[in-house]
Every structure is written in C-alpha cells, then in structure tokens.
C-alpha cells in the first residue's frame, strides 16, 4: 500500500537550512506531509513523484518556501504601554534615569497587576498575531512584569494559554528577577530569596516554567543574585537563559555559561574574553536589534568575534513596552543586518534553526528536514536575501504549523 500523504506541497523553491554553509536551497522542490511532520522531500524531476498520494495538495507557485520562524525572546504580555517615556527620552531623559525614578519596568508592573487573566490573554494574542502573520510558528514569552507570586502566575497562564489557542507552541519563561517590586524596595536580597524559595519552586510544581531568567543589569540584579537564582533553578532541574551585558560588563554571560545557559540575550557589553564560554557550554548568543535601536544605543555586541568563535547566534525582537514595542520579526532581521552587519543568511538561521537551539526545539523545528515538523512558511519572494533587505511590507502568503495551514492569504 503507498503512503496517503495529509499535504503535499509542491512548485516552491525551498530554502532547507540543513546545511551549515548555505541556504540549503532545492529548486522546485516537493514537500510530502503527514501527522504534522515532513515525511519526504523531493526534486520536483524526480520520477517519484508521480506515483505520490495525498488528501490535499498546494501548488506554491515557484514561491520561497521557508522553516517557521522562532522568535526566541519576547515580553508579550503585558498591559499597558510607555509611549510617554518614549516621548520623555527623546526630550533627554535616559532609559536608566526613568527606571531609577520608579518608571520604566515598574510602570509596566503595575498596569499589568491591575489586569485580569483573560483582559491580558487578549492584548497578548492581538500582539502575537502580528507575528504570525509574519511566519512565527514558535514562540518564547516570559513573565516579569508581575513580579509577586499572584501576578507572575497570571502571565505564566497566559502564556500556557497562548500555547494552546494561539495555534502556535509557546516556550515560557520565569523571570521573576526582572526588577525590584516596590514593596521590597532597598531589601533586593529578600526579594531573590522570595524568587528562589517561593515563586520558582510553586510555579515550576504548576508546570508553568520551561525556563528561569533574569536581568542582571546595575539597575537589575548583580552578579551574586543571578547565581543564586541559577543555582536554584540546578537544584529544581530547571534550565537557565540570562539578560546579560546590556548596559555594562557585569560578566553575566561567562556565569550563564557554567550553568550551561540555553543562551545569553543582548550581549552589547560583552568582553571578548568571555566568548569562549559561550562556545564551550553550547550557550545560543540571542542578540536583540530592535532594542539597540528603539534604546539609540552605539556600542555594538562583539559580532565579529563570536562569528569566528562559532557560537550560534540567534536574533529576537525582544518585544516589550519599554525598550523594544517591535512587532516585526522581519523588520528585527533587517535591524540585524543593516545595524549588526549580519549577512542575510545569519539572519534567517538568527530566527529559525539558531533560534530553534536557543530554545532546545532544534531537533524537531528551526530546518526543513525530513522527521522534522512542518512548520512552513510561503513567501512572495524570489531569493532568501529579500526577507533581511525589505524594510516593511509583508511578503508571507502562508503559514503552516504542524501540517495545518494556519494563515492563508492566497499564494499567487
Ligand atoms: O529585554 N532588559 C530588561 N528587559 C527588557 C526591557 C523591559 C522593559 O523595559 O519593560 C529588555 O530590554
Ligand atoms: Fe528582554
């Protein structure tokens, strides 16, 4: 009996990332689909394929077929927004001075205190549509603007929630040591006790965290407090991921690094010195352009040297209200490479397979492989470069998660 196909998708210039070097690109390729995973490639000459069954089939048009993209750094959830702030930087003030003056974070923290579950639930999927629509098929949200036992809960569940009726898989993130709540102000020590003894260990029993980070930033958590949460998050058997080197050299990043951290996010500040950490522990360096950007930011993280090291990098759009409202995943890969230099390439394994090993889902998604899921992006393009070059302008005509489509614009 031959396989009966669920899709087959065929007429599309498929742009695999297998291969280490290069795009991986199969001219007018085929791609044979069922229970949501990639059962077969072919080159459309193949004499195979006419002997092929299958309950639908999609004729892409001779578009760019690319792996699902991952952003694998966000703060969507949240109430609220800081345009005000925005407006207050641009008329001097420093993204540092409205966070040592209670605002920055903590305005957020508040808003999104006052905000029911399901209020949040909605302005978060309205955000991630956005993204979906641009060929996000996995997503990493993370708590942290919550920042008590109650409301770190409500936006973990919002996140689970996400994952299940967004039609997108969702990676949570507990980031509890995201900044000091007011009501532990001067006592920061009692609050990372509070993280580690309270909140981590009930919210990992409600299976609500994939993964435990935190800001380690002079106007964060030090050195010493990040180690205790990650050593914490060791003994529960949680992995670890760090904001580190944002604004200065705390040496987050070679911390994370010995507890095998799934990656290090921003990296502006980090000393070359520390790159060989990285490499060692398999740590993804994450690094956020849209937020260099929205922040005006000048020092640039050391490209050139972890791009010679090997370390894979990995590239986010870091949405937040406070220093990046990007809600473009393609606007993030332009920022990339106009500001960060990356090639296009770089940029498209930043938000598929690199992004799928800063997450540890890059044995099921991230390339387009055999055994792997369908999660499959169709563009109206011509040649992988153009996502990176477009500055605005959505060229995705479909998106399919697991085998199903999940955006449908009409591919022609
Ligand atoms: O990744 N650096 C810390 N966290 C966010 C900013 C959050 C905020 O300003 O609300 C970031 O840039
Ligand atoms: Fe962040």
């Known amino acids: 009996m031959p396989e009966i196909y669920d899709l087959i998708l065929h007429n599309v210039q498929l742009v695999s990332l297998a291969s280490e070097e290069d795009y991986g690109i199969i001219e007018n390729a085929v791609v044979a689909i069922k229970d949501g995973d990639i059962r ?4 459309a000459d193949s004499k195979q394929i006419a002997g092929l069954h299958t309950e639908q089939a999609i004729d892409g048009l001779g578009q760019l077929l ?3 993209l991952i952003d694998c750094h966000s703060h969507l959830i949240y109430a609220g927004n800081r345009a005000n702030e925005y407006e207050m930087r641009l008329n001097g003030a420093t993204y540092q001075q409205l966070a040592e003056a209670g605002g920055g974070i903590l305005s957020t923290v508040k808003a999104t205190r006052q905000t029911s579950q399901d209020e949040l639930f909605d302005l978060a999927a309205k955000r991630l549509s956005y993204l979906i629509d641009e060929g996000v098929t996995s997503i990493e949200m993370k708590s942290g603007y919550g920042l ?5 809960r409500k936006m973990l569940k919002v ?9 997108i898989e969702v990676s949570k993130t507990f980031l509890g040591a995201h900044a000091l709540p007011p009501e532990y102000k001067d006592r920061s020590d009692d609050y990372i006790e509070f993280v580690c003894e309270k909140m981590m260990p009930t919210l990992k029993e409600e299976n609500l965290i994939d993964c435990v980070d935190a800001f380690c930033e002079s106007i964060g958590f030090n050195l010493e407090q990040t180690e205790r949460i990650f050593k914490k998050a060791q003994s529960l058997g949680l992995p670890v991921k760090l904001h580190a080197e944002q604004l200065s050299d705390l040496k987050g990043a070679k911390l994370a690094s010995e507890y095998n951290a799934w990656s290090v996010d921003h990296l502006e500040f980090l000393a070359v010195e520390d790159i060989g950490a990285l490499k060692q522990s398999n740590t993804v360096a994450t690094l956020l352009p849209a937020a260099y950007y929205f922040l005006s930011e000048t020092q640039l993280p050391p490209i050139k040297a972890l791009r010679q090291a090997g370390v894979p990098i990995a590239i986010a759009t870091d949405h937040n209200p406070g220093s990046s409202p990007c809600l473009s995943i393609l606007l993030t890969m332009n920022m990339a490479a106009t500001l960060f230099k990356l090639t296009p390439l770089e940029a498209l394994k930043g938000v598929t397979i690199n992004a799928a090993k ?3 889902i890059d044995d099921r998604v991230g390339s387009i492989e055999v055994g792997k899921q369908a999660d499959l992006v169709l563009w109206d393009l011509e040649s992988p470069a153009e996502l990176s070059y477009r500055i605005g302008g959505n060229a995705c005509s479909m998106v399919i998660k697991q085998g199903e489509v999940i955006v ?5």
């Open 358 to 360: 800063a997450l540890r």
């Open 40 to 43: 077969a490639i072919y080159e």
């Open 148 to 152: 008590d036992l109650t409301n770190e």
């Open 66 to 68: 690319t792996p699902g």
């Open 408 to 412: 449908d614009k009409g591919v022609g």
């Open 159 to 167: 996140a689970q929630q996400l994952g299940r009726f967004s039609g």
